[in-house]
């Protein structure tokens, strides 16, 4: 097995560094699906895992966190597995410039009964969330607007992020109820996925928050 579970039913591909962080590495992660396999984010590993997806079951849709994700990797799934991408609204051009946008979005909405499309802008506009009801857990994808650069929840405050709305974004975050967070991007040999509870993850997004409102960049 090369896909890696993380909680039963979510898997993680193996881990591509980041050409401007070398330090950073990305993901993709199958989320294996009575209604239709999804894929969340993406990274150029997920090719050496086709065999094994197509054994849980292809994919039905892909998904990105923002428009900073989007690649040649997106164009391989969608022509593979016939698995089009979603982007939201706010972030397709800047998407479609490194990858083929199928649909979009702009609001929040679910996807079947358990997975919910939350928009997040701040650190781009079309920043998106997804929280998935595994049925055992509650799987929460935040891309780069809550990441592990260190092991510790962080936030990625861009030159063209909004400052305020990214505040919004958080405090809405810390309103949802997940007990694992699952972000775009995490340090090399730092854990890339973790596991937390409703006091845990709101103490940690206060202090963030905190961060942000005090002007800091990062």
């Given amino acids: ?47 050496r895992d086709a065999a ?9 849709r892909q998904y990105l966190g923002h428009r900073h994700e989007a690649g040649a990797p997106s164009d391989w799934v969608s022509e593979r597995f016939g698995a089009p991408l979603h982007v939201h609204a706010d972030d397709a051009a800047g998407a479609a410039e490194s990858a083929k946008v199928a649909e979009t979005f702009d609001e929040r909405h679910l996807v079947g009964e358990d997975f919910e499309v939350i928009p997040i802008p701040g650190h781009t506009e079309g920043a998106t969330a997804y929280l998935w009801d595994t ?12 990441f592990l ?16 709305r990214y505040i919004e974004s958080l405090e809405l975050i810390r309103g949802l109820d997940f007990d694992v967070l699952v972000p775009g991007i995490a340090g090399s040999d730092q854990p890339y996925y973790a596991m937390t509870d409703k006091a845990d993850a709101e103490a940690r997004i206060d202090a963030l928050l905190e961060q942000l409102r005090g002007g800091a960049e990062d």
């Avoid at 094994?52 to 039905?60: P, T, V």
């Avoid at 049925?135 to 809550?146: I, K, N, Q, S, V």
Wanted: a negative charge; proline letters at 6%; hydrophobic letters at 35%.
């Fill in 52 to 60: 094994e997806i197509e054994q849980l079951g292809g994919i039905w």
């Fill in 1 to 47: 097995m090369s896909l890696e579970t993380v909680v039963p039913g979510l898997h993680a591909s193996r881990p591509e560094p980041l050409p401007f962080g070398r330090s950073l590495e990305i993901r993709a992660y199958l989320l294996e699906r009575e209604q239709g396999n999804l894929l969340v984010y993406r990274s150029a590993e997920i090719e």
């Fill in 149 to 164: 650069p260190d092991g510790e929840w962080s936030v990625a405050l861009l030159g063209g992020s909004d400052r305020e």
């Fill in 135 to 146: 049925g055992e857990h509650r799987a929460l994808f935040t891309g780069d607007t809550l």
